[in-house]
């Protein structure tokens, strides 16, 4: 671990969401830092992950011949058991990941507006970011020339890259560190679904969770628990938070000499 442990206020629109003991995660000592993609660079109020989940519906409807109501169930239930939707059509329903794919991400991504401040914090922060997702190195290329922010981003690491093994198995994370030789314990993983930073925190990565109320999925997954030791710090507000913590690295601060 990087230094002593302190206390780190997280914040979601302004207000303090929780305290935590955490190892401290001064932006200067942190080489790599590790963003999911959806609902964590944009928040879960904008209207582009639905579209996705409809056409994930959809295309178990149609692949399966069920209705919507059924085929919407049977979407969720593999979400929560296998990591991802995919998972559990490959397993089951020998599903082609790749037919799949271009399909559930075949929407408008014009929904998302750019970020300039997003991109002036990620500038901000030193080190190299990199793209971890459960989604195509298609749809993550869309999202970010939509936010403006691609040039911050060294690299990608999909769901192919993966080989279609998902968040939170340990495996697509041991592959990530490999693929760009990641020192786990100078890198911090920036996630919407607290589960999916089990893998990281036991890796010895610093932990972030985007809590948000309004998360298309929080109701299909487990309830979170009250102080998860796997979480280090929390924010509704991924912006605010970036700034918050640049601004309080000391060595990030411009001399007065």
């Known amino acids: ?5 302190r206390l780190i206020l997280g914040r ?4 303090g969401v929780g305290m935590k003991s955490s190892p401290p995660l001064m932006p200067s000592q942190i080489e790599t830092w590790v963003f999911d993609l959806d ?10 992950f639905p579209q996705i989940d ?3 519906r959809a295309y178990i409807a149609n692949h399966l011949s069920l209705d919507l109501d059924e085929a919407y169930r049977l979407q969720k239930h593999y979400y929560r058991e296998y990591g991802t939707t995919l998972r559990g ?6 599903v082609n990941p790749h037919e799949f794919l271009l399909y559930v991400h075949d929407i408008d991504h014009s929904v998302l507006d750019p970020s300039p401040r997003l991109g002036a914090a990620l500038m901000a922060l030193p080190g190299r970011k990199l793209v971890f997702t459960n989604g195509s190195t298609a749809h993550a290329e869309q999202v970010l020339k939509r936010l403006d922010i691609s040039e911050h981003f060294e690299g990608i690491f999909d769901i192919v890259d ?8 340990m495996r697509p994370y041991q592959m990530l560190g490999q693929r760009f030789d990641v020192r786990f314990n100078h890198a911090a993983m920036i996630e919407d679904l607290e589960r999916n930073l089990v893998p990281a925190a036991s890796l010895g990565m610093a932990t972030v969770w985007i809590k948000q109320d309004e998360h298309p999925d929080r ?28 601004d309080s690295d000391p060595r990030l601060k411009p001399s007065c000499a």
């Open 12 to 15: 979601k629109n302004g207000q």
């Open 1 to 5: 671990m990087i230094g002593k442990r």
């Open 39 to 48: 609902n964590t660079l944009y928040p879960a109020a904008h209207s582009l």
């Open 89 to 94: 059509l490959m397993s089951l329903h020998d």
């Open 54 to 56: 409809t056409r994930i």
């Open 162 to 169: 993966a080989d279609f093994i998902p968040k939170p198995d």
């Open 219 to 246: 109701k299909f997954l487990d309830t979170p628990s009250q102080n998860p030791s796997h979480v280090h710090h929390i924010t509704g507000d991924l912006i605010l938070w970036l700034e918050q913590m640049v």
